[in-house]
């Protein structure tokens, strides 16, 4: 949930609970008016951005890493299972499935 909008043809930039700029700032009260400044859109789900905008929005964001660190590592994990990361590396996938397997 958050704002969000394009900066490329595959990629979308995402501020979770507000934007601030030299020219303006929008929050959360602002999410329902029209014609946000610079393209940025409201959007209740990263599910219905990603739909909208046809890209898929990074999961990772600052603040939900920081809610994840309150979370226990069974929960992280069971999280990172969820995600599919089509462009990431296979030793990279093969290098965080040895570290959950030293977590269980």
Not at 8 to 37: C, G, M, Q, R, W
């Amino acid at each position: 949930m958050g704002f969000y909008r394009r900066i490329s043809e595959d990629e979308v930039e995402v501020a979770p609970n507000f934007v601030h700029a030299p020219t303006y700032t929008i929050d959360k009260k602002d999410k329902n008016k029209p014609n946000l400044p610079e393209g940025w859109m409201w959007f209740n789900t990263d599910a219905a951005a990603n739909m909208y905008f046809g890209v898929v929005i990074p999961l990772w964001t600052e603040d939900r890493v920081k809610q994840l660190t309150k979370s226990n590592t069974t929960q992280i994990l069971n999280l990172l299972n969820k995600i599919t990361m089509p462009d990431v590396p296979e030793t990279l996938i093969d290098d965080a499935l040895k570290q959950k397997k030293r977590y269980k």
